[in-house]
């Protein structure tokens, strides 16, 4: 199957600094990407999404980078805050399936008050 | 806001016993997925529906598990009989046949541990 995976499994930052993560994928037919943060206990939840026609999106605090010709995702994040401590998923659609995803390993952020 | 419903949040049950799992989705999304969750990895889907129909299975451990939703609304995941490998989050997701996003609402999820 595809691969989504993490470049890094934990990330720590002070508050207030910005944060990257990254994701790598394979399919270079994937056309879809969804962002996803999941608190401890919860499920994951929508952050942000892009399409493969896109370079970059922003939403609140949120920035997310696609380069395509290395097939890598990053997540930014500024002014971290408390509360942005999860673990955050990218998930890779396949076109032949839109509405289904694989999901990577994930990066759990830390942030240090 | 309208949330995704799971039941129970958290279940411990014995090997070679059968475990069932409700999930309510989003009132109108006619998609509902199962994903098994490992600790430390990321969702894997066990099985999509389109109202009432299996759009993908092909993940699901067949032997042991099922899951049906007769109505098209609720759906029920079953294992029987549980293994110790089984122990992980069964999460429940849906979503509308918006093709403008393909944003999944995810439940809490149900934590299983079987000893």
């Known amino acids: 199957g595809e691969s989504v995976g993490l470049h890094l499994p934990t990330l720590s930052v002070q508050e207030g600094d910005n944060s990257i993560i990254n994701c790598a994928y394979s399919?270079?037919?994937?056309?879809?990407f969804i962002w996803y943060k999941q608190e401890s206990g919860k499920g994951p939840q929508f952050i942000i999404d892009?399409?493969?026609?896109?370079d970059k999106r922003q939403g609140q605090r949120v920035t997310v980078l696609l380069n395509k010709t290395v097939k890598h995702l990053s997540l930014q994040i500024a002014a971290t805050q408390p509360g942005d401590s999860a673990v955050y998923f990218c998930?890779?659609?396949?076109?032949?399936?839109?509405?289904?995803?694989?999901f990577g390993t994930g990066t759990s952020l830390t942030v240090i008050p | 806001e309208a949330e995704v419903a799971q039941s129970p949040r958290y279940k411990i049950t014995e090997k070679s016993q059968a475990v069932a799992f409700w999930c309510d989705p989003i009132?109108?999304?006619?998609?509902l997925y199962w994903y098994r969750q490992i600790l430390g990895q990321g969702p894997e889907l066990l099985v999509q529906?389109?109202?009432?129909?299996?759009?993908?299975d092909s993940q699901l451990p067949k032997d042991r598990f099922s899951a049906e939703r007769l109505k098209g609304v609720d759906s029920t995941l079953k294992i029987q009989p549980a293994e110790l490998g089984d122990s992980a989050m069964y999460l429940c997701?849906?979503?509308?046949?918006?093709?403008?996003?393909?944003?999944?609402?995810f439940g809490p999820g149900t934590r299983l541990t079987v000893t």
């Open positions: 997701a849906s979503s509308t046949p918006d093709r403008s996003s393909y944003e999944q609402y």
């Open positions: 399919n270079s037919a994937s056309d879809y």
């Open positions: 892009i399409r493969s026609n896109m």
């Open positions: 998930a890779e659609n396949k076109s032949q399936r839109g509405n289904q995803f694989y």
């Open positions: 009132s109108g999304h006619a998609t």
């Open positions: 529906f389109q109202d009432e129909s299996v759009v993908d």
